[in-house]
């Protein structure tokens, strides 16, 4: 806020009770440190001091981490919100450094339902007694997944009997189409290999054939010979 209003480093300690309470600024104008000009000190000490009133720094301890896992297991609400929410207080946590990676996992399953608790760790493979096992990510992903699988079974549960026919026989025809492509694809790789081979098997006989022949194109009339080839010699015409 100080480089936004242009406050030097100069001004920056006698300016803070201007843009505090009454109260507060009473408080910070006999602290040791303010009398000092020690901004850094005053800082840590403001910090400590107001830590219980100032959320955006309990966000960032564990405290506040399991206070509100123990609530979301306690009181169940919006699974997604629970996911967005614990993403984003874990990750605080974790950046001021009261928090690790591998407890980021452990702590999010504890707040998870039941169900969605066993589905994440079976399809991971996590085990409870094994923290490295838990890594928060993939179980995010696992949950994340069941959630629109669930989401997706309740609007199917909804619709009308003629919609949720309509969209079975949709998905049925997909699958059939990719069948069907997929045999294509096969019939043309197996037509690729044996024309191939056949064509190397013709070619010899193609070419003899060219060869023995009349040029392509031409060949005797009916009752006519090829004279060329005949033993015969050509009609000549003779004097009267």
């Known amino acids: 806020m100080c480089r936004r209003y242009y406050v030097g480093e100069g001004r920056r300690l006698a300016c803070l009770p201007d843009y505090c309470e009454d109260i ?32 955006y720094r309990r966000i960032e301890t564990r405290d506040f981490v ?16 629970y996911v967005q929410d614990f993403t984003t207080i874990s990750a605080k946590a974790v950046a001021a450094g009261n928090l690790t990676e591998q407890e980021k996992g452990r702590w999010f399953v ?19 007694d094994e923290p490295s096992t838990l890594v928060f990510e993939r179980l995010k992903e696992a949950v994340e997944s069941r959630i629109v699988a669930v989401e997706g ?21 997909r699958q059939q189409r990719d069948k069907l492509g997929r045999r294509r ?5 197996d037509l690729g290999v044996h024309g191939g081979a056949l064509m190397q098997q013709q070619s010899p006989a193609i070419d003899q054939a060219a060869v023995q022949g009349p040029a392509q ?5 009916l009752g006519h010979e090829d004279w060329q080839n005949s033993a015969r010699a050509p009609f000549a015409p003779q004097d009267c």
């Open 24 to 55: 507060y600024a009473e408080d910070i104008q006999v602290m040791p440190e303010f009398k000092q000009g020690e901004w850094k000190g005053l800082v840590n000490r403001l910090r400590a001091e107001y830590r219980a009133d100032d959320y």
């Open 217 to 221: 194109g031409y060949s005797p009339a």
């Open 185 to 189: 694809e096969g019939r043309l790789l």
């Open 66 to 81: 399991e206070a509100f896992v123990r609530k979301s297991a306690e009181q169940p609400g919006d699974l997604r919100h």
């Open 153 to 173: 079974a309740k609007r199917m549960d909804v619709l009308p009997e003629e919609d949720a026919l309509n969209i079975q026989l949709i998905q049925e025809l």
């Open 110 to 128: 504890r707040g998870l339902p039941i169900e969605y608790r066993k589905h994440a760790m079976e399809k991971t493979g996590a085990v409870a």
